[in-house]
Protein backbone atom coordinates (compact mmCIF):
# COMPACT_ATOMS: atom_id res chain seq x y z
CA UNK A 1 0.00 0.00 0.00
CA UNK A 2 1.29 3.30 -0.91
CA UNK A 3 2.23 6.00 1.77
CA UNK A 4 -1.03 8.47 0.62
CA UNK A 5 -3.24 5.56 1.03
CA UNK A 6 -1.97 4.62 4.11
CA UNK A 7 -2.60 7.93 5.63
CA UNK A 8 -5.98 8.11 4.31
CA UNK A 9 -6.83 4.52 6.13
CA UNK A 10 -5.39 6.05 9.64
CA UNK A 11 -7.44 9.41 8.50
CA UNK A 12 -10.68 7.46 8.02
CA UNK A 13 -10.47 4.85 10.33
CA UNK A 14 -9.64 8.02 12.90
CA UNK A 15 -13.23 9.44 12.18
CA UNK A 16 -15.20 6.67 12.85
CA UNK A 17 -13.55 6.37 16.01
CA UNK A 18 -13.93 9.92 16.83
CA UNK A 19 -17.07 9.85 15.63
CA UNK A 20 -18.28 6.80 17.62
CA UNK A 21 -17.16 9.21 20.66
CA UNK A 22 -18.95 12.25 20.22
CA UNK A 23 -22.36 11.88 22.02
CA UNK A 24 -25.59 13.28 20.71
CA UNK A 25 -27.57 14.61 23.53
CA UNK A 26 -31.31 15.78 21.96
CA UNK A 27 -32.75 19.08 23.43
CA UNK A 28 -29.83 20.54 24.66
CA UNK A 29 -28.94 23.19 25.69
CA UNK A 30 -32.80 23.71 24.42
CA UNK A 31 -35.87 22.02 22.97
CA UNK A 32 -35.24 21.23 19.44
CA UNK A 33 -31.25 21.06 19.82
CA UNK A 34 -29.19 18.39 19.31
CA UNK A 35 -26.33 19.16 21.21
CA UNK A 36 -23.04 17.27 20.04
CA UNK A 37 -21.01 16.61 23.43
CA UNK A 38 -17.59 16.06 22.94
CA UNK A 39 -16.52 15.20 26.46
CA UNK A 40 -16.03 11.09 25.71
CA UNK A 41 -14.11 12.15 23.01
CA UNK A 42 -11.61 14.12 25.44
CA UNK A 43 -12.00 11.23 28.11
CA UNK A 44 -9.98 9.05 25.42
CA UNK A 45 -6.78 10.79 26.13
CA UNK A 46 -4.98 8.63 22.59
CA UNK A 47 -8.18 9.36 20.81
CA UNK A 48 -8.11 13.00 22.04
CA UNK A 49 -4.04 13.35 21.13
CA UNK A 50 -5.02 11.98 17.68
CA UNK A 51 -8.29 14.45 16.58
CA UNK A 52 -6.41 17.37 17.56
CA UNK A 53 -3.26 16.19 15.13
CA UNK A 54 -5.54 15.35 12.44
CA UNK A 55 -7.02 19.03 12.63
CA UNK A 56 -3.43 20.61 12.86
CA UNK A 57 -2.13 18.58 9.82
CA UNK A 58 -5.02 19.82 7.31
CA UNK A 59 -3.11 23.50 7.68
CA UNK A 60 0.38 22.68 8.61
CA UNK A 61 1.64 23.94 5.08
CA UNK A 62 -0.45 26.97 5.15
CA UNK A 63 2.65 29.18 6.75
CA UNK A 64 0.60 30.04 9.79
CA UNK A 65 1.88 32.41 12.26
CA UNK A 66 -0.88 31.68 15.04
CA UNK A 67 -3.47 30.00 15.85
CA UNK A 68 -6.52 31.29 17.62
CA UNK A 69 -8.95 29.19 19.65
CA UNK A 70 -12.59 30.34 20.40
CA UNK A 71 -14.18 30.90 23.39
CA UNK A 72 -14.40 28.03 24.81
CA UNK A 73 -14.17 25.13 23.57
CA UNK A 74 -12.22 26.63 20.85
CA UNK A 75 -9.65 26.27 23.47
CA UNK A 76 -9.50 23.17 24.01
CA UNK A 77 -8.69 21.92 20.79
CA UNK A 78 -7.14 24.96 19.54
CA UNK A 79 -4.38 24.90 22.62
CA UNK A 80 -3.02 21.42 21.48
CA UNK A 81 -2.94 22.36 17.75
CA UNK A 82 -0.88 25.96 18.24
CA UNK A 83 2.02 23.65 19.97
CA UNK A 84 1.87 20.96 17.39
CA UNK A 85 2.29 23.67 14.76
CA UNK A 86 4.71 25.17 17.31
CA UNK A 87 2.98 28.94 17.15
CA UNK A 88 1.75 31.17 19.75
CA UNK A 89 -2.02 30.38 20.70
CA UNK A 90 -4.63 33.31 20.86
CA UNK A 91 -7.71 33.17 22.61
CA UNK A 92 -10.59 34.97 21.35
CA UNK A 93 -12.64 35.90 24.53
CA UNK A 94 -16.25 36.91 25.07
CA UNK A 95 -16.75 40.38 25.93
CA UNK A 96 -14.92 41.98 29.59
CA UNK A 97 -12.72 38.95 29.79
CA UNK A 98 -9.45 39.81 28.49
CA UNK A 99 -7.84 42.34 31.22
CA UNK A 100 -5.62 44.48 28.67
CA UNK A 101 -6.76 47.00 25.52
CA UNK A 102 -9.03 45.07 23.11
CA UNK A 103 -10.55 45.14 19.70
CA UNK A 104 -14.42 43.50 19.35
CA UNK A 105 -16.54 42.26 16.93
CA UNK A 106 -20.19 41.37 17.26
CA UNK A 107 -22.14 39.61 15.89
CA UNK A 108 -25.61 38.58 15.91
CA UNK A 109 -27.27 35.53 17.23
CA UNK A 110 -30.87 33.81 17.06
CA UNK A 111 -31.99 36.04 19.35
CA UNK A 112 -29.84 39.37 20.35
CA UNK A 113 -26.41 39.48 19.66
CA UNK A 114 -22.60 38.46 21.24
CA UNK A 115 -19.41 39.30 20.49
CA UNK A 116 -15.28 38.10 20.70
CA UNK A 117 -12.55 40.18 21.44
CA UNK A 118 -8.83 39.86 21.38
CA UNK A 119 -6.32 41.98 22.83
CA UNK A 120 -4.84 44.25 20.68
CA UNK A 121 -1.78 43.53 20.33
CA UNK A 122 -2.22 39.81 19.85
CA UNK A 123 -1.78 40.34 15.90
CA UNK A 124 0.06 42.07 13.74
CA UNK A 125 -0.46 42.81 10.54
CA UNK A 126 0.95 40.38 8.14
CA UNK A 127 0.19 37.38 10.32
CA UNK A 128 -1.69 34.27 9.25
CA UNK A 129 -3.93 32.72 11.75
CA UNK A 130 -5.64 29.85 11.78
CA UNK A 131 -8.94 29.79 13.45
CA UNK A 132 -10.14 26.82 15.78
CA UNK A 133 -13.81 26.01 17.11
CA UNK A 134 -14.80 22.32 18.07
CA UNK A 135 -18.56 23.28 16.04
CA UNK A 136 -19.35 25.10 13.15
CA UNK A 137 -22.89 25.70 12.39
CA UNK A 138 -24.35 28.67 11.29
CA UNK A 139 -21.15 30.08 11.10
CA UNK A 140 -21.76 33.27 12.62
CA UNK A 141 -19.12 32.55 15.35
CA UNK A 142 -16.30 31.94 13.05
CA UNK A 143 -17.26 34.85 10.85
CA UNK A 144 -16.59 36.80 13.76
CA UNK A 145 -13.21 35.53 14.79
CA UNK A 146 -12.60 36.03 10.74
CA UNK A 147 -13.16 39.34 11.02
CA UNK A 148 -11.53 40.10 14.13
CA UNK A 149 -8.07 38.45 12.63
CA UNK A 150 -8.92 40.78 9.57
CA UNK A 151 -9.64 44.21 11.44
CA UNK A 152 -6.06 43.91 12.72
CA UNK A 153 -4.70 43.44 9.55
CA UNK A 154 -3.38 39.77 9.78
CA UNK A 155 -5.21 37.29 7.61
CA UNK A 156 -7.09 33.88 8.39
CA UNK A 157 -4.92 31.21 6.75
CA UNK A 158 -7.33 28.85 7.67
CA UNK A 159 -10.58 27.33 9.55
CA UNK A 160 -10.76 24.18 11.42
CA UNK A 161 -13.07 22.53 13.15
CA UNK A 162 -13.73 18.74 14.78
CA UNK A 163 -17.32 18.77 13.00
CA UNK A 164 -19.76 20.44 10.57
CA UNK A 165 -23.15 20.53 10.98
CA UNK A 166 -23.67 21.00 7.18
CA UNK A 167 -27.19 22.16 7.19
CA UNK A 168 -26.85 24.73 9.01
CA UNK A 169 -24.84 26.37 5.84
CA UNK A 170 -21.32 27.69 7.94
CA UNK A 171 -19.05 27.16 5.21
CA UNK A 172 -21.04 29.27 2.79
CA UNK A 173 -21.02 32.06 5.74
CA UNK A 174 -17.04 31.67 5.64
CA UNK A 175 -16.32 31.97 1.51
CA UNK A 176 -12.79 32.55 0.90
CA UNK A 177 -11.11 31.17 3.61
CA UNK A 178 -9.56 27.58 3.52
CA UNK A 179 -12.51 25.81 5.87
CA UNK A 180 -11.71 22.16 7.28
CA UNK A 181 -13.41 19.98 9.49
CA UNK A 182 -12.33 16.40 10.43
CA UNK A 183 -15.77 15.02 10.69
CA UNK A 184 -19.39 16.57 8.98
CA UNK A 185 -23.04 15.44 9.93
P1 LIG B 1 -22.41 28.98 14.99
O1 LIG B 1 -22.00 30.39 15.32
O2 LIG B 1 -23.87 28.85 14.71
O3 LIG B 1 -21.55 28.36 13.92
O4 LIG B 1 -22.21 28.14 16.32
C1 LIG B 1 -21.00 27.69 16.64
C2 LIG B 1 -20.80 27.67 18.13
O5 LIG B 1 -21.93 27.14 18.85
C3 LIG B 1 -19.64 26.82 18.43
O6 LIG B 1 -18.80 27.52 19.31
C4 LIG B 1 -20.20 25.57 19.05
O7 LIG B 1 -19.46 25.26 20.20
C5 LIG B 1 -21.64 25.86 19.38
N1 LIG B 1 -22.64 24.94 18.81
C6 LIG B 1 -23.57 25.24 17.85
N2 LIG B 1 -24.36 24.21 17.59
C7 LIG B 1 -23.95 23.19 18.36
C8 LIG B 1 -24.37 21.82 18.53
N3 LIG B 1 -25.41 21.30 17.84
N4 LIG B 1 -23.69 21.05 19.40
C9 LIG B 1 -22.65 21.57 20.09
N5 LIG B 1 -22.22 22.83 19.99
C10 LIG B 1 -22.85 23.65 19.14
Do not use: W
Amino acid sequence: MGRVSEVERRLAALRVEARAAIRDVADFPKPGILFRDITPLLGNERLFVAVTAAMGAFHADAGLTHALGIESRGFIFGAPIAQALRVPFIPARKPGKLPAKTIREEYALEYGSDALEIHADALTAGARVLIVDDVLATGGTALAACRLVESAGARVAGCVFLLELTELGGRARLAGRDVHALLTY
